[in-house]
Protein backbone atom coordinates (compact mmCIF):
# COMPACT_ATOMS: atom_id res chain seq x y z
CA UNK A 1 0.00 0.00 0.00
CA UNK A 2 1.57 3.60 -0.81
CA UNK A 3 1.75 5.69 2.17
CA UNK A 4 2.92 9.39 2.52
CA UNK A 5 5.50 9.70 4.79
CA UNK A 6 5.65 13.62 4.71
CA UNK A 7 4.17 16.31 2.59
CA UNK A 8 4.49 19.37 2.61
CA UNK A 9 3.42 22.98 0.40
CA UNK A 10 5.53 24.62 -1.80
CA UNK A 11 5.05 28.04 -2.39
CA UNK A 12 3.18 27.95 -5.85
CA UNK A 13 0.28 24.93 -6.45
CA UNK A 14 2.34 22.04 -5.87
CA UNK A 15 3.02 19.55 -2.70
CA UNK A 16 6.36 17.52 -2.19
CA UNK A 17 5.57 14.62 -0.94
CA UNK A 18 7.55 11.98 0.04
CA UNK A 19 6.13 8.20 -0.54
CA UNK A 20 6.68 4.83 0.73
CA UNK A 21 5.20 1.73 -0.65
CA UNK A 22 4.05 -0.55 2.44
CA UNK A 23 3.82 -4.69 1.48
CA UNK A 24 3.23 -6.64 4.56
CA UNK A 25 3.53 -10.73 3.69
CA UNK A 26 1.92 -13.77 5.61
CA UNK A 27 4.08 -16.39 4.81
CA UNK A 28 1.14 -17.77 2.69
CA UNK A 29 -1.44 -17.90 4.95
CA UNK A 30 -4.99 -16.17 4.22
CA UNK A 31 -4.01 -13.98 7.89
CA UNK A 32 -1.21 -13.55 10.20
CA UNK A 33 -1.19 -16.78 12.24
CA UNK A 34 1.25 -17.24 15.48
CA UNK A 35 2.79 -19.72 14.17
CA UNK A 36 4.66 -17.18 12.12
CA UNK A 37 6.83 -15.51 14.58
CA UNK A 38 8.04 -13.18 12.19
CA UNK A 39 5.56 -11.43 10.78
CA UNK A 40 6.12 -8.60 12.90
CA UNK A 41 9.49 -7.99 11.33
CA UNK A 42 10.49 -4.82 9.29
CA UNK A 43 12.63 -3.89 7.00
CA UNK A 44 13.04 -0.38 5.07
CA UNK A 45 14.83 -0.06 1.91
CA UNK A 46 15.65 2.95 1.40
CA UNK A 47 16.84 5.24 -1.46
CA UNK A 48 17.39 9.15 -3.50
CA UNK A 49 18.88 10.95 -0.75
CA UNK A 50 20.95 12.31 -3.45
CA UNK A 51 18.95 12.92 -6.39
CA UNK A 52 21.42 12.19 -9.10
CA UNK A 53 22.34 8.55 -7.24
CA UNK A 54 20.02 5.98 -9.06
CA UNK A 55 21.14 2.97 -8.75
CA UNK A 56 18.87 1.97 -5.98
CA UNK A 57 15.62 2.82 -8.13
CA UNK A 58 15.73 -0.65 -10.18
CA UNK A 59 16.52 -2.24 -6.96
CA UNK A 60 13.25 -0.89 -5.24
CA UNK A 61 11.80 -2.46 -8.63
CA UNK A 62 13.26 -6.15 -8.31
CA UNK A 63 12.79 -6.63 -4.88
CA UNK A 64 8.98 -6.05 -5.23
CA UNK A 65 8.92 -8.18 -8.55
CA UNK A 66 10.22 -10.71 -6.98
CA UNK A 67 8.52 -10.53 -3.52
CA UNK A 68 5.03 -10.16 -5.82
CA UNK A 69 5.82 -13.57 -7.84
CA UNK A 70 6.41 -15.54 -5.02
CA UNK A 71 4.02 -13.83 -1.52
CA UNK A 72 3.44 -17.04 -0.16
CA UNK A 73 7.96 -17.08 1.01
CA UNK A 74 7.31 -13.46 2.12
CA UNK A 75 6.52 -12.69 5.87
CA UNK A 76 6.35 -9.39 7.80
CA UNK A 77 6.83 -5.96 6.61
CA UNK A 78 9.32 -4.41 3.62
CA UNK A 79 8.77 -0.50 3.67
CA UNK A 80 10.30 0.73 0.34
CA UNK A 81 11.32 4.49 -0.05
CA UNK A 82 12.50 4.87 -3.86
CA UNK A 83 13.09 8.39 -3.27
CA UNK A 84 14.00 11.02 -0.01
CA UNK A 85 14.40 13.65 -2.19
CA UNK A 86 12.27 13.63 -4.95
CA UNK A 87 13.12 17.05 -6.15
CA UNK A 88 16.62 16.71 -6.66
CA UNK A 89 15.86 13.36 -8.95
CA UNK A 90 13.71 15.27 -10.59
CA UNK A 91 16.03 18.38 -11.47
CA UNK A 92 19.04 16.03 -11.59
CA UNK A 93 20.10 17.77 -8.21
CA UNK A 94 22.59 16.22 -5.96
CA UNK A 95 20.97 18.23 -3.17
CA UNK A 96 17.73 19.73 -2.26
CA UNK A 97 16.77 21.92 -5.10
CA UNK A 98 16.27 25.40 -3.39
CA UNK A 99 18.04 24.91 -0.22
CA UNK A 100 21.00 24.05 -1.79
CA UNK A 101 21.53 21.53 1.66
CA UNK A 102 23.22 17.77 1.06
CA UNK A 103 20.05 16.06 2.46
CA UNK A 104 22.09 13.35 4.38
CA UNK A 105 23.67 16.27 6.60
CA UNK A 106 20.10 17.17 7.72
CA UNK A 107 19.53 14.07 9.73
CA UNK A 108 17.76 13.94 12.70
CA UNK A 109 16.10 17.18 11.43
CA UNK A 110 13.70 18.76 13.71
CA UNK A 111 9.63 18.17 14.26
CA UNK A 112 9.76 22.32 14.67
CA UNK A 113 12.71 23.18 12.48
CA UNK A 114 12.94 24.49 8.67
CA UNK A 115 11.05 22.77 5.88
CA UNK A 116 13.76 20.47 5.01
CA UNK A 117 14.55 20.09 9.29
CA UNK A 118 10.79 18.91 9.16
CA UNK A 119 11.00 16.49 6.19
CA UNK A 120 14.07 14.70 7.85
CA UNK A 121 12.52 14.90 11.28
CA UNK A 122 9.37 12.89 9.51
CA UNK A 123 11.35 10.55 7.62
CA UNK A 124 13.63 9.72 10.07
CA UNK A 125 10.31 8.82 12.62
CA UNK A 126 9.01 6.70 10.11
CA UNK A 127 11.94 4.66 9.44
CA UNK A 128 12.63 4.62 13.10
CA UNK A 129 11.73 1.04 14.33
CA UNK A 130 12.81 -1.44 11.41
CA UNK A 131 14.67 -4.37 12.14
CA UNK A 132 17.00 -3.26 9.57
CA UNK A 133 17.03 -0.41 7.17
CA UNK A 134 19.18 -0.08 4.17
CA UNK A 135 20.19 3.23 2.52
CA UNK A 136 21.11 2.62 -0.77
CA UNK A 137 23.53 5.51 -2.38
CA UNK A 138 25.58 5.15 -5.86
CA UNK A 139 28.75 7.30 -6.10
CA UNK A 140 29.01 10.82 -7.02
CA UNK A 141 29.49 11.33 -11.23
CA UNK A 142 32.78 11.67 -10.38
CA UNK A 143 34.37 8.59 -9.37
CA UNK A 144 32.88 4.62 -9.73
CA UNK A 145 32.97 2.35 -6.77
CA UNK A 146 32.86 -1.17 -6.11
CA UNK A 147 29.78 -2.90 -5.34
CA UNK A 148 30.40 -1.89 -1.32
CA UNK A 149 28.14 -1.92 2.84
CA UNK A 150 29.52 1.37 4.25
CA UNK A 151 29.11 1.12 8.44
CA UNK A 152 30.24 3.49 11.18
CA UNK A 153 32.88 2.21 13.47
CA UNK A 154 30.17 2.86 16.46
CA UNK A 155 27.52 0.90 15.11
CA UNK A 156 29.94 -2.16 13.72
CA UNK A 157 28.67 -4.69 16.34
CA UNK A 158 25.22 -4.48 15.51
CA UNK A 159 25.61 -4.04 11.78
CA UNK A 160 28.71 -6.04 10.49
CA UNK A 161 26.74 -9.49 10.21
CA UNK A 162 24.02 -8.06 8.24
CA UNK A 163 26.33 -5.99 5.85
CA UNK A 164 28.05 -9.34 5.49
CA UNK A 165 25.39 -11.28 3.75
CA UNK A 166 24.45 -8.67 1.57
CA UNK A 167 26.06 -9.93 -1.32
CA UNK A 168 28.90 -6.80 -2.00
CA UNK A 169 32.10 -6.96 -2.90
CA UNK A 170 33.40 -5.10 -0.13
CA UNK A 171 32.35 -4.04 3.67
CA UNK A 172 33.99 -0.91 4.47
CA UNK A 173 34.00 0.31 8.20
CA UNK A 174 33.80 4.06 7.30
CA UNK A 175 35.04 6.85 9.75
CA UNK A 176 34.29 9.54 7.18
CA UNK A 177 31.65 12.11 6.87
CA UNK A 178 29.44 9.98 4.81
CA UNK A 179 28.08 7.70 7.44
CA UNK A 180 28.96 10.43 9.96
CA UNK A 181 26.96 12.41 12.64
CA UNK A 182 23.75 14.31 10.51
CA UNK A 183 23.67 11.48 8.13
CA UNK A 184 20.79 8.87 7.90
CA UNK A 185 22.68 6.03 9.00
CA UNK A 186 24.43 7.32 11.76
CA UNK A 187 20.80 8.81 12.79
CA UNK A 188 19.09 5.79 12.54
CA UNK A 189 22.01 3.64 14.55
CA UNK A 190 21.65 6.00 17.11
CA UNK A 191 18.01 5.86 17.62
CA UNK A 192 18.43 2.15 17.69
CA UNK A 193 17.58 1.15 14.42
CA UNK A 194 20.23 -0.81 12.70
CA UNK A 195 20.95 0.48 9.32
CA UNK A 196 23.90 0.07 6.64
CA UNK A 197 24.73 2.51 3.59
CA UNK A 198 25.35 0.53 -0.16
CA UNK A 199 27.61 2.53 -2.08
CA UNK A 200 27.81 1.55 -6.08
CA UNK A 201 28.54 2.07 -9.17
CA UNK A 202 28.58 6.13 -10.14
CA UNK A 203 25.79 8.38 -10.25
CA UNK A 204 23.27 9.11 -12.87
CA UNK A 205 23.50 5.77 -13.64
CA UNK A 206 21.86 2.14 -13.22
CA UNK A 207 23.67 -0.94 -13.88
CA UNK A 208 21.39 -3.75 -14.22
CA UNK A 209 24.16 -6.04 -13.16
CA UNK A 210 24.58 -4.14 -10.10
CA UNK A 211 20.95 -3.82 -9.50
CA UNK A 212 21.27 -8.08 -9.72
CA UNK A 213 23.65 -8.38 -7.41
CA UNK A 214 22.19 -5.73 -4.95
CA UNK A 215 18.75 -7.57 -5.41
CA UNK A 216 19.93 -11.24 -4.00
CA UNK A 217 21.92 -9.83 -1.60
CA UNK A 218 18.47 -8.60 -0.05
CA UNK A 219 17.15 -11.81 -0.52
CA UNK A 220 19.92 -13.02 1.48
CA UNK A 221 19.23 -10.30 3.96
CA UNK A 222 15.83 -11.18 4.33
CA UNK A 223 16.65 -14.61 5.29
CA UNK A 224 18.49 -13.97 7.48
CA UNK A 225 15.95 -11.62 9.37
CA UNK A 226 13.60 -14.37 8.91
CA UNK A 227 11.16 -12.84 6.38
CA UNK A 228 12.20 -14.84 3.53
CA UNK A 229 11.72 -18.30 3.18
CA UNK A 230 12.21 -18.68 -1.01
CA UNK A 231 15.80 -19.78 -2.52
CA UNK A 232 18.71 -17.32 -2.64
CA UNK A 233 21.98 -17.53 -3.50
CA UNK A 234 25.06 -18.04 -1.10
CA UNK A 235 26.18 -13.98 -0.80
CA UNK A 236 29.35 -13.08 -2.13
CA UNK A 237 32.68 -13.58 1.01
CA UNK A 238 33.18 -9.57 0.97
CA UNK A 239 36.56 -8.24 1.65
CA UNK A 240 36.23 -6.02 4.61
CA UNK A 241 38.11 -3.21 5.76
CA UNK A 242 37.97 -2.10 9.95
CA UNK A 243 41.36 -0.01 9.49
CA UNK A 244 41.81 3.43 8.05
CA UNK A 245 45.74 2.94 7.75
CA UNK A 246 45.18 0.24 4.99
CA UNK A 247 42.93 2.65 3.03
CA UNK A 248 45.04 4.91 0.43
CA UNK A 249 43.67 7.79 -1.31
CA UNK A 250 44.93 8.55 -5.10
CA UNK A 251 44.34 12.29 -5.76
CA UNK A 252 45.53 13.94 -9.05
CA UNK A 253 48.66 15.77 -8.77
CA UNK A 254 48.29 18.34 -11.76
CA UNK A 255 44.84 19.62 -13.79
CA UNK A 256 43.83 17.88 -17.03
CA UNK A 257 42.13 15.22 -18.81
CA UNK A 258 42.07 11.37 -17.20
CA UNK A 259 42.83 8.50 -19.63
CA UNK A 260 42.07 5.30 -17.60
CA UNK A 261 44.49 2.64 -17.55
CA UNK A 262 42.98 0.02 -14.94
CA UNK A 263 39.90 -1.11 -13.58
CA UNK A 264 37.84 -0.78 -10.78
CA UNK A 265 37.38 -3.53 -9.01
CA UNK A 266 40.91 -5.09 -9.84
CA UNK A 267 43.55 -5.63 -8.12
CA UNK A 268 46.60 -3.74 -8.81
CA UNK A 269 50.59 -4.15 -7.68
CA UNK A 270 52.90 -1.20 -6.52
CA UNK A 271 54.07 1.30 -9.41
CA UNK A 272 51.19 0.30 -12.06
CA UNK A 273 49.86 2.43 -14.28
CA UNK A 274 46.38 3.28 -13.33
CA UNK A 275 45.92 5.68 -15.95
CA UNK A 276 47.57 8.67 -17.73
CA UNK A 277 47.00 12.88 -17.36
CA UNK A 278 47.12 14.20 -20.45
CA UNK A 279 47.01 17.76 -22.14
CA UNK A 280 44.56 17.65 -25.05
CA UNK A 281 45.91 21.72 -26.13
CA UNK A 282 49.74 20.18 -26.39
CA UNK A 283 49.39 16.40 -27.18
CA UNK A 284 51.33 15.48 -24.05
CA UNK A 285 51.42 13.44 -20.71
CA UNK A 286 51.60 15.42 -18.18
CA UNK A 287 51.41 12.46 -15.56
CA UNK A 288 51.24 9.14 -15.27
CA UNK A 289 49.36 8.18 -12.54
CA UNK A 290 50.65 5.11 -11.09
CA UNK A 291 49.36 3.06 -8.14
CA UNK A 292 51.06 3.92 -4.50
CA UNK A 293 50.52 0.43 -3.30
CA UNK A 294 49.59 -2.99 -3.81
CA UNK A 295 45.68 -3.88 -3.36
CA UNK A 296 42.54 -3.73 -4.09
CA UNK A 297 41.68 -0.55 -6.19
CA UNK A 298 37.76 -0.25 -5.10
CA UNK A 299 37.03 3.37 -6.16
CA UNK A 300 38.31 4.90 -9.89
CA UNK A 301 37.67 8.40 -11.32
CA UNK A 302 35.04 7.72 -13.97
CA UNK A 303 34.66 11.62 -14.60
CA UNK A 304 38.07 12.85 -16.91
CA UNK A 305 38.57 16.29 -16.02
CA UNK A 306 40.76 17.12 -13.39
CA UNK A 307 41.84 19.58 -10.85
CA UNK A 308 44.89 19.25 -8.96
CA UNK A 309 43.66 16.99 -6.06
CA UNK A 310 40.77 15.29 -7.39
CA UNK A 311 40.06 11.65 -6.39
CA UNK A 312 41.71 9.60 -8.96
CA UNK A 313 40.54 6.38 -6.79
CA UNK A 314 41.44 4.39 -3.59
CA UNK A 315 43.08 1.23 -2.77
CA UNK A 316 43.11 -1.09 0.17
CA UNK A 317 45.99 -2.57 1.03
CA UNK B 1 51.41 46.68 2.55
CA UNK B 2 52.94 43.39 1.25
CA UNK B 3 51.05 41.30 -1.69
CA UNK B 4 51.82 37.50 -0.80
CA UNK B 5 50.94 34.20 -2.94
CA UNK B 6 48.55 32.20 -0.44
CA UNK B 7 47.59 29.89 -3.01
CA UNK B 8 48.81 29.51 -6.51
CA UNK B 9 47.59 26.16 -8.13
CA UNK B 10 47.58 25.74 -12.17
CA UNK B 11 44.10 24.76 -13.71
CA UNK B 12 43.92 23.01 -17.27
CA UNK B 13 40.70 24.81 -18.39
CA UNK B 14 41.01 28.15 -16.98
CA UNK B 15 43.16 30.44 -15.13
CA UNK B 16 45.35 29.73 -12.04
CA UNK B 17 43.04 29.51 -8.70
CA UNK B 18 44.74 31.76 -6.84
CA UNK B 19 44.68 33.24 -3.23
CA UNK B 20 46.43 36.58 -2.17
CA UNK B 21 46.90 37.78 1.06
CA UNK B 22 47.87 41.50 2.03
CA UNK B 23 49.99 41.93 4.71
CA UNK B 24 50.75 45.24 7.09
CA UNK B 25 53.65 45.77 9.22
CA UNK B 26 55.96 42.92 10.27
CA UNK B 27 56.22 40.82 13.98
CA UNK B 28 53.80 39.52 16.16
CA UNK B 29 51.38 37.39 13.84
CA UNK B 30 48.50 39.07 15.75
CA UNK B 31 45.06 39.27 13.71
CA UNK B 32 43.55 37.71 10.26
CA UNK B 33 40.80 38.45 8.06
CA UNK B 34 39.50 35.66 5.90
CA UNK B 35 37.02 36.88 3.27
CA UNK B 36 34.29 35.35 0.96
CA UNK B 37 34.46 31.38 0.87
CA UNK B 38 31.43 31.62 -1.76
CA UNK B 39 30.84 32.94 -5.02
CA UNK B 40 27.68 35.57 -3.81
CA UNK B 41 29.27 36.67 -0.56
CA UNK B 42 29.47 40.02 -2.91
CA UNK B 43 29.49 41.87 0.59
CA UNK B 44 32.03 40.52 2.33
CA UNK B 45 34.54 40.58 -0.35
CA UNK B 46 33.62 44.56 -0.72
CA UNK B 47 34.27 45.03 3.46
CA UNK B 48 37.77 43.03 2.74
CA UNK B 49 38.59 45.11 0.00
CA UNK B 50 37.53 47.92 1.90
CA UNK B 51 39.80 46.84 4.80
CA UNK B 52 42.71 46.37 2.64
CA UNK B 53 42.34 50.34 1.23
CA UNK B 54 41.71 51.62 5.04
CA UNK B 55 45.04 49.34 6.32
CA UNK B 56 46.97 50.72 3.85
CA UNK B 57 46.46 54.04 4.14
CA UNK B 58 46.97 53.81 8.31
CA UNK B 59 49.88 51.74 7.48
CA UNK B 60 51.10 54.44 4.95
CA UNK B 61 50.26 57.63 7.56
CA UNK B 62 52.65 55.47 10.23
CA UNK B 63 49.40 54.69 12.31
CA UNK B 64 50.73 50.69 12.59
CA UNK B 65 52.24 49.73 15.76
CA UNK B 66 55.45 48.48 15.53
CA UNK B 67 55.79 44.86 16.63
CA UNK B 68 52.20 43.60 14.93
CA UNK B 69 51.36 41.98 11.63
CA UNK B 70 47.68 42.00 10.34
CA UNK B 71 46.84 39.56 7.20
CA UNK B 72 43.64 40.13 4.77
CA UNK B 73 42.55 37.58 2.29
CA UNK B 74 40.02 39.41 0.71
CA UNK B 75 38.79 36.02 -1.09
CA UNK B 76 39.65 32.53 -0.74
CA UNK B 77 37.38 31.88 -3.92
CA UNK B 78 37.66 33.98 -6.90
CA UNK B 79 36.83 31.03 -9.24
CA UNK B 80 33.26 31.11 -8.13
CA UNK B 81 32.58 34.64 -7.94
CA UNK B 82 33.94 34.73 -11.68
CA UNK B 83 31.59 31.53 -12.95
CA UNK B 84 28.75 32.95 -10.12
CA UNK B 85 28.36 29.77 -8.61
CA UNK B 86 27.91 29.52 -4.87
CA UNK B 87 29.85 26.54 -4.10
CA UNK B 88 33.09 25.39 -6.11
CA UNK B 89 32.32 25.31 -9.38
CA UNK B 90 32.81 21.51 -10.18
CA UNK B 91 31.59 19.66 -7.50
CA UNK B 92 29.27 22.27 -5.59
CA UNK B 93 31.62 22.09 -2.52
CA UNK B 94 31.30 24.32 0.15
CA UNK B 95 35.18 25.21 1.05
CA UNK B 96 33.52 26.17 4.57
CA UNK B 97 32.57 22.81 4.86
CA UNK B 98 36.22 21.34 4.28
CA UNK B 99 37.94 22.82 7.21
CA UNK B 100 40.20 21.73 8.67
CA UNK B 101 41.42 20.45 5.17
CA UNK B 102 43.57 18.20 3.85
CA UNK B 103 46.94 18.56 2.10
CA UNK B 104 46.11 15.21 0.30
CA UNK B 105 42.54 15.73 0.27
CA UNK B 106 40.72 17.17 -2.39
CA UNK B 107 40.87 20.33 -4.49
CA UNK B 108 38.40 22.15 -1.58
CA UNK B 109 39.86 20.24 1.24
CA UNK B 110 43.44 21.21 -0.05
CA UNK B 111 42.33 24.87 -0.55
CA UNK B 112 40.76 24.45 3.25
CA UNK B 113 44.24 23.00 4.49
CA UNK B 114 46.32 25.75 3.00
CA UNK B 115 43.98 28.83 4.39
CA UNK B 116 44.93 27.06 7.90
CA UNK B 117 48.50 27.17 6.98
CA UNK B 118 48.87 30.57 5.99
CA UNK B 119 46.49 31.85 9.48
CA UNK B 120 47.28 29.55 11.71
CA UNK B 121 50.18 31.67 13.61
CA UNK B 122 48.03 34.20 14.34
CA UNK B 123 46.77 34.85 17.26
CA UNK B 124 43.08 36.20 16.12
CA UNK B 125 41.02 34.84 12.89
CA UNK B 126 38.51 37.10 11.67
CA UNK B 127 35.84 35.34 9.40
CA UNK B 128 33.32 37.29 6.87
CA UNK B 129 30.72 35.07 6.52
CA UNK B 130 27.41 34.68 5.46
CA UNK B 131 23.93 32.57 6.83
CA UNK B 132 23.23 29.81 4.60
CA UNK B 133 19.82 31.35 4.04
CA UNK B 134 19.12 34.42 2.19
CA UNK B 135 18.09 37.50 4.61
CA UNK B 136 19.08 40.40 6.00
CA UNK B 137 20.43 40.50 9.64
CA UNK B 138 21.50 42.74 12.71
CA UNK B 139 25.57 43.00 11.48
CA UNK B 140 27.13 41.11 14.94
CA UNK B 141 29.85 38.47 16.01
CA UNK B 142 29.37 35.01 16.50
CA UNK B 143 32.21 32.90 18.40
CA UNK B 144 31.52 29.13 19.28
CA UNK B 145 31.19 28.35 22.82
CA UNK B 146 34.81 26.17 23.51
CA UNK B 147 37.07 25.98 26.21
CA UNK B 148 38.65 29.15 25.16
CA UNK B 149 36.87 31.83 26.83
CA UNK B 150 37.63 35.10 24.91
CA UNK B 151 33.42 36.84 25.44
CA UNK B 152 35.75 39.81 27.01
CA UNK B 153 37.83 40.59 23.56
CA UNK B 154 34.45 39.69 21.51
CA UNK B 155 33.34 42.93 22.85
CA UNK B 156 36.50 45.01 21.87
CA UNK B 157 34.68 44.58 18.24
CA UNK B 158 31.84 47.11 19.87
CA UNK B 159 29.13 45.61 17.40
CA UNK B 160 25.73 45.70 18.71
CA UNK B 161 25.47 41.91 19.60
CA UNK B 162 27.93 39.26 20.51
CA UNK B 163 26.22 35.91 19.78
CA UNK B 164 27.62 32.54 20.83
CA UNK B 165 26.46 29.25 20.03
CA UNK B 166 27.26 25.76 21.00
CA UNK B 167 28.39 24.40 17.76
CA UNK B 168 26.41 21.68 16.12
CA UNK B 169 27.90 18.47 13.95
CA UNK B 170 28.35 20.03 10.55
CA UNK B 171 30.07 23.85 11.76
CA UNK B 172 32.69 21.58 13.06
CA UNK B 173 34.14 21.67 9.47
CA UNK B 174 33.45 25.37 9.69
CA UNK B 175 36.80 27.86 9.47
CA UNK B 176 35.88 29.14 13.00
CA UNK B 177 35.22 26.15 14.31
CA UNK B 178 38.69 24.70 13.23
CA UNK B 179 41.13 28.16 13.75
CA UNK B 180 39.81 27.47 17.65
CA UNK B 181 40.07 24.03 17.81
CA UNK B 182 43.39 23.02 15.83
CA UNK B 183 45.46 26.01 16.28
CA UNK B 184 44.24 27.79 19.36
CA UNK B 185 43.34 30.85 17.16
CA UNK B 186 40.50 33.14 18.94
CA UNK B 187 38.40 32.92 15.91
CA UNK B 188 35.28 35.45 15.19
CA UNK B 189 32.48 35.28 12.58
CA UNK B 190 31.60 38.51 11.38
CA UNK B 191 27.52 38.59 9.98
CA UNK B 192 27.05 42.11 8.29
CA UNK B 193 23.21 43.00 7.06
CA UNK B 194 24.01 41.76 3.60
CA UNK B 195 25.36 38.85 1.56
CA UNK B 196 24.41 39.14 -2.47
CA UNK B 197 24.33 42.94 -2.83
CA UNK B 198 26.26 45.74 -1.32
CA UNK B 199 25.22 47.95 1.68
CA UNK B 200 27.65 50.30 1.73
CA UNK B 201 25.64 51.46 5.67
CA UNK B 202 26.62 48.01 7.26
CA UNK B 203 29.61 47.45 5.22
CA UNK B 204 30.92 50.32 7.66
CA UNK B 205 29.87 49.56 10.19
CA UNK B 206 31.82 46.23 10.21
CA UNK B 207 35.12 47.50 8.74
CA UNK B 208 34.71 50.09 11.83
CA UNK B 209 34.05 46.88 14.18
CA UNK B 210 37.30 45.71 12.60
CA UNK B 211 39.37 49.20 13.11
CA UNK B 212 38.10 49.28 16.84
CA UNK B 213 39.21 45.57 17.39
CA UNK B 214 42.62 46.88 16.17
CA UNK B 215 42.70 49.95 17.99
CA UNK B 216 41.53 48.10 21.22
CA UNK B 217 44.82 46.09 20.97
CA UNK B 218 46.52 48.59 20.33
CA UNK B 219 47.94 47.53 17.04
CA UNK B 220 46.60 50.40 14.92
CA UNK B 221 46.77 54.57 16.61
CA UNK B 222 44.33 55.93 15.18
CA UNK B 223 41.60 57.27 16.42
CA UNK B 224 38.12 55.18 15.29
CA UNK B 225 34.99 57.25 16.20
CA UNK B 226 31.58 54.78 16.96
CA UNK B 227 30.62 51.42 18.41
CA UNK B 228 27.98 49.51 20.82
CA UNK B 229 28.37 48.42 24.02
CA UNK B 230 28.06 44.88 23.08
CA UNK B 231 25.00 42.92 24.30
CA UNK B 232 26.01 38.86 24.99
CA UNK B 233 23.68 37.05 22.87
CA UNK B 234 23.09 33.24 24.11
CA UNK B 235 21.56 31.56 21.14
CA UNK B 236 19.91 29.12 22.96
CA UNK B 237 18.09 31.28 25.45
CA UNK B 238 18.14 34.90 24.04
CA UNK B 239 16.91 34.23 20.56
CA UNK B 240 13.78 32.33 19.10
CA UNK B 241 13.01 31.58 15.46
CA UNK B 242 9.92 32.59 14.16
CA UNK B 243 8.98 30.20 11.32
CA UNK B 244 6.19 30.55 8.58
CA UNK B 245 3.22 27.72 8.34
CA UNK B 246 2.75 28.63 4.94
CA UNK B 247 4.02 28.39 1.90
CA UNK B 248 3.84 31.91 -0.61
CA UNK B 249 4.70 35.42 -1.88
CA UNK B 250 6.68 36.81 2.21
CA UNK B 251 5.33 40.26 2.63
CA UNK B 252 7.44 41.56 5.41
CA UNK B 253 5.51 44.37 7.81
CA UNK B 254 8.82 44.90 9.49
CA UNK B 255 12.59 45.43 9.07
CA UNK B 256 15.91 44.11 11.23
CA UNK B 257 16.48 46.44 14.04
CA UNK B 258 12.73 47.20 14.96
CA UNK B 259 11.35 46.67 18.01
CA UNK B 260 8.46 44.87 18.22
CA UNK B 261 5.63 43.35 20.93
CA UNK B 262 3.94 40.16 21.18
CA UNK B 263 0.52 40.11 18.84
CA UNK B 264 2.40 42.80 16.64
CA UNK B 265 2.37 41.63 12.78
CA UNK B 266 5.58 40.83 11.28
CA UNK B 267 4.92 39.60 7.68
CA UNK B 268 1.99 38.50 5.69
CA UNK B 269 1.89 35.22 3.72
CA UNK B 270 -0.22 35.61 0.22
CA UNK B 271 -1.00 33.17 -2.01
CA UNK B 272 0.45 33.30 -5.52
CA UNK B 273 -2.52 32.77 -7.37
CA UNK B 274 -4.83 34.98 -5.69
CA UNK B 275 -3.04 37.43 -3.28
CA UNK B 276 -5.71 36.61 -0.25
CA UNK B 277 -3.80 36.35 2.68
CA UNK B 278 -2.95 32.71 3.85
CA UNK B 279 -0.98 33.77 6.97
CA UNK B 280 -0.46 36.44 8.93
CA UNK B 281 2.90 36.11 11.47
CA UNK B 282 2.40 37.56 14.55
CA UNK B 283 5.44 37.97 17.28
CA UNK B 284 4.99 35.87 20.23
CA UNK B 285 7.03 37.94 22.45
CA UNK B 286 8.58 41.34 23.23
CA UNK B 287 11.69 42.02 21.02
CA UNK B 288 14.25 43.26 18.54
CA UNK B 289 14.44 41.42 14.87
CA UNK B 290 17.69 40.09 14.36
CA UNK B 291 17.05 38.32 11.17
CA UNK B 292 14.77 38.79 8.39
CA UNK B 293 14.02 36.48 5.75
CA UNK B 294 14.71 38.24 2.42
CA UNK B 295 13.31 36.02 -0.76
CA UNK B 296 10.03 36.88 -2.30
CA UNK B 297 8.72 33.17 -1.90
CA UNK B 298 8.85 31.91 1.32
CA UNK B 299 8.59 28.20 2.15
CA UNK B 300 6.26 26.63 5.01
CA UNK B 301 8.59 25.96 8.26
CA UNK B 302 11.15 28.13 6.65
CA UNK B 303 12.42 30.57 9.55
CA UNK B 304 11.53 34.21 8.19
CA UNK B 305 12.65 35.56 11.88
CA UNK B 306 15.06 35.87 14.45
CA UNK B 307 13.41 37.55 18.08
CA UNK B 308 15.78 38.67 20.43
CA UNK B 309 14.05 39.09 23.56
CA UNK B 310 13.40 42.00 25.61
CA UNK B 311 14.61 41.02 29.04
Not at chain 1, 243 to 248: G, Q, S, T
Not at chain 2, 188 to 214: C, E, P
Request: hydrophobic share 35%.
Amino acid sequence: MVKTVVSVDLPVDEKLTIKKNSITGTGGAPSKPASLPNTAKRFSLVTGIHGDELEGQAVCYEVQRRIAAQPQNFCGTIDIYPSLNPLGMDCITRGIPAFDLDMNRTFPGDDDGTMTEYIASKILEDIKGSDFALDIHASSVFVREVPQVRIPPQFKESTFDYAKCLNMDFVWIQRNASVQENSLVYTLNQSGTPCAVIDIGIGMNCNPSHTSQLTEGIFCLLKKLGMWNGETITPRNPICCDDPERIVEISAQHAGFFMRKALCGQRVEQGQTLGLIIDPLEGKIIEEVVSPAKGFLFTLREYPILETGSTLGRILK
Amino acid sequence: MNEISIIDTPAFYRDNFRVRGYTFGSGKKSVCIVGPMRGNEFQQQFIAARLVSRLEQIEQAGELQEGYQILVIPSVNPYSFNTKKRFWSINNNDINRAFPGNAEGNTTKRIANQIMQATSEYEFGIHLCSFYMSGTFMPHIKIFKSEMDYIEEAKKFKMQYVQIRTPRPFEKTTLNYNWQAKNGVKAFSLYSSATDYIDRTSAHTVQRAILLFLKSLNIIKTDIPGGYESVILNSQEDIIPIRASASGFFEPKVKVGFEVSAGDTLAEIHDPYNDKIVEEIKSPADGTIFYQYSDPLVYSHSTVFNLVLKK
